[in-house]
């Protein structure tokens, strides 16, 4: 299997700072007070260990959360009670927002994007220009200046969309225009997880597929320099959102995104030249789920049957594995659309191996350790955190120490340099900083942690451990310390 280098993509290294930023090499002396400090019992949420000779206090393991930020099975845009998830998926044509040459009505993407955000989601999505049984997605005005364009019957099209002619060197122009000006006004937009490239091939695919050349003799999908010069649109007009090609190739190995694999445990694992993890291999990427996500849609033709005690489901491509967990594994996909979890839903022991599953996608963070020293007007933290899921956190949400008093209240608050998307899958990091206590009036504080979730109501990002939520909802309880 081939590995590129950990310092290949640089350009992402510029955006997500993937070195841990250390404050302090040595925590500032004084004194340590610890709920517990004198007592041999196990920790529990509410009591936490004893500190160590050194200072250190063992953090309790908890459950994997049931849902959290950025990862899990994903349904389309709606609110459902069926199962837990914290994003949710939606298509849009690009006429719905592009009305002329340079012309933009970003109305019905606003909607959407806020619709989502108002149920504490990030959205993933992406725009097609051809949706098989839906009426084209191409801009009138590209339609009306002559833009040829092949009617076809696949996938029950029956002549509802058209497939573009997509060298046209207008339609090149306007998803030049289009994909900077997205860049433009939604790059870094808290709304927003993921968003996939799409525009090209049916569904936004980047295929045309039985139109391919091979299975059929015309090929109506985009030259490779067409595709090369989409690839580099996107790269240039987003540097903070984090973006998702269909395939992996050399084309895109170098290029800030990662991928969705939209055939997940069917097309999936290597063997047949032209699966998923095939395509990596071929591209030099198997490594790119370190520093770029990975995400896409667990087959829907065995969305139903994969958790059945016993899966019977279609073999729907010859050779095809129908295996969940190796596939998440080889991927490192982060998360998956997967409609049949939340409508019509799993029941009984079927859902709680659906369940287990969208907890095995993504990151999976836990503090082992943390320490908390007072010295003058000064607060030294330290916390040692470990990843135990399948990728790094898909962004630099900032993680912040918050110091509450006897009353229950936050009187501080400070933010760190600590960069979750270093905290890879068996790289365990110790974090340290040290933060003014200036303003805080002398007494005794509980020190709680917690990755702000740039979306104002947006669900918390919760660590797999016992005091998750036990002082502040939404916040890891860390310790005490006593400001003198």
Not at 141 to 166: E, K
Not at 186 to 214: A, K, M, N, S, V
Not at 220 to 245: N, V, Y
Not at 316 to 334: K, L, P, Q, R, Y
């Amino acid at each position: 299997m081939v590995t590129p280098s950990r310092t290949h993509h640089t350009g992402r290294t510029r955006r997500r700072g993937l070195s841990v930023l250390v404050a302090l090499s040595t925590l500032v002396g004084g004194g340590l007070l610890l709920p517990g400090a004198a007592s041999a019992h196990p920790a529990h949420p509410g009591h936490p260990a004893p500190a160590s000779a050194h200072g250190w206090r063992q953090l309790a393991p908890g459950a994997a959360p049931r849902a959290n930020p950025l990862e899990g099975f994903i349904p389309y845009a709606g609110d459902y009670s069926t199962f837990p998830y914290a994003m949710e998926w939606f298509y849009l044509p690009l006429n719905a927002v592009m009305t002329g040459p340079d012309t933009f009505d970003w109305g019905a993407l606003d909607t959407q994007l806020d619709t989502i955000a108002a149920r504490g989601h990030q959205a993933a999505f992406r725009f097609y220009l051809d949706y098989p049984g839906k009426p084209s997605g191409v801009p009138r005005y590209l339609l009306d200046g002559g833009l040829v364009t092949h009617p076809y019957q696949d996938f029950g099209n029956n002549g509802v969309s058209v497939s573009p002619d997509y060298d046209d060197p207008a339609l090149d122009s306007a998803l030049d225009r289009f994909i900077a000006a997205l860049g433009a006004r939604y790059d870094g937009d808290p709304r927003i997880g993921f968003l996939q490239l799409g525009l090209l091939g049916f569904w936004g695919e980047w295929h045309t597929y039985p139109h391919d050349g091979t299975t059929l003799p015309e090929d109506w999908f985009a030259s490779p320099a067409e595709q090369r010069r989409i690839l580099h649109d996107f790269d240039a007009a987003f540097d903070t959102t984090r973006l998702q090609a269909r395939y992996p190739s050399t084309d895109n190995a170098a290029l800030d995104m990662g991928y969705h694999d939209d055939s997940f445990a069917v097309e999936t694992l290597p063997g047949t030249g032209w699966h998923f993890m095939d395509k990596a291999i071929a591209a030099g990427t198997t490594d790119k789920w370190r520093t770029e996500p990975v995400g896409g849609e667990l087959r829907p033709e065995i969305q139903g049957c994969i958790f059945d005690a016993t899966p019977d489901c279609p073999v729907v491509e010859d050779g095809a594995d129908n295996d969940f967990a190796g596939s998440v594994a080889a991927t490192h996909a982060s998360w998956l659309l997967d409609q049949y979890a939340f409508a019509p839903g799993h029941t009984g022991a079927d859902r709680d191996r659906a369940l287990a599953g969208a907890q095995s996608l993504g990151y999976r963070l836990r503090v082992t350790a943390a320490r908390t020293q007072a010295g003058g007007r000064t607060l030294a933290v330290g916390v040692r955190m470990e990843n135990t899921g399948v990728a790094p956190f898909s962004y630099d949400w900032p993680v912040q120490i918050a110091a509450v008093d006897r009353r229950g209240r936050i009187a501080r608050t400070w933010t760190t340099p600590w960069k979750l998307t270093a905290i890879e899958p068996g790289e365990p990091q110790r974090l340290t900083a040290s933060l003014g206590a200036s303003g805080l009036r002398p007494g005794t504080y509980t020190l709680v942690m917690r990755a702000a979730n740039p979306l104002p109501n947006g669900v918390p990002l919760r660590f797999a451990n016992a005091d998750q939520d036990s002082t502040v909802n939404g916040w890891l309880t860390l310790g005490t310390t006593r400001v003198r």
